[in-house]
Antibody, heavy 116, light 110 residues
Framework: EVHLVESGGGLVQSGGSVRLSCAASGFTFSSAWMSWVRQAPGKGLEWVASIKPDGSATYSVDSVKGRFTISRDNAKNSLYLQLNSLRVEDTALYYC?????????WGQGTLVTVSS | QSALTQPASVSGSPGQSITISCSGTSSDVGGYNYVSWYQQHPGKVPKLVIYDVTDRPSGVPDRFSGSKSGNTASLTISGLQAEDEADYYC??????????FGGGTKLTVL
């Protein structure tokens, strides 16, 4: 059974940084595109970033370019999202999701709250 | 990277059919057969119900179907049931190698 478990969220001040982690199990992580999707409180889903299976290519939404970095460690079956220069509007539940064009697997999410 | 356009809400009675539209451009919906649909109940994790425009993941009832015409994709739910009441989101791959979601549609079962 596939499991994706996010961690690392919390309360952070505007301009601060936080690193999110996602521990994966139940599938061949090293062969899978992985992504982060976020959802602000009471709002819709927003794709944040995706990373190729070998980590050689990454893609992200314009609003986080230069601030957020997606990465992975296939030896540890783990996905990461480094969030820098955080803004109040980055407050959201951040989901780790399996695949790139179709998000079949989702974690429960980790909440990042950015205070002003 | 503009969000895809979905109606804010749709409604239907049990047993009826409803269709939710998802409008994009030739750079996303119209250019690729990588449209997916997600169902999200309040406080729950999104669930994939349609991928690659028309395909259903294992376990999703065949009451759920997807289609596409030009730059607009659609999700149809037939034989509406009370448990179908949820928010629905479409997503598409884009020419920029990114992904984009629609704004979401709240389905109310009357």
């Amino acid at each position: 059974e596939v499991h994706l478990v996010e961690s690392g969220g919390g309360l952070v001040q505007s301009g601060g940084s936080v690193r999110l982690s996602c521990a994966a199990s139940g599938f061949t992580f090293s062969s899978a595109w992985m992504s982060w999707v976020r959802q602000a409180p009471g709002k819709g889903l927003e794709w944040v970033a995706s990373i190729k299976p070998d980590g050689s290519a990454t893609y992200s939404v314009d609003s986080v370019k230069g601030r957020f970095t997606i990465s992975r460690d296939n030896a540890k079956n783990s996905l990461y999202l480094q969030l820098n220069s955080l803004r109040v509007e980055d407050t959201a539940l951040y989901y780790c999701a399996g695949n790139r064009t179709r998000f079949l697997y989702w974690g429960q999410g980790t909440l990042v709250t950015v205070s002003s | 990277q503009s969000a895809l356009t979905q109606p804010a809400s749709v409604s239907g009675s049990p047993g009826q059919s409803i269709t939710i539209s998802c409008s994009g451009t030739s750079s996303d919906v119209g250019g690729y057969n990588y449209v997916s649909w997600y169902q999200q109940h309040p406080g729950k994790v999104p669930k994939l119900v349609i991928y690659d425009v028309t395909d259903r993941p294992s376990g999703v009832p065949d009451r759920f179907s997807g289609s596409k015409s030009g730059n607009t994709a659609s999700l149809t739910i037939s034989g509406l049931q009370a448990e179908d009441e949820a928010d629905y989101y479409c997503s598409s791959y884009t020419r920029s190698s990114t992904m984009v979601f629609g704004g979401g549609t709240k389905l109310t079962v009357l």
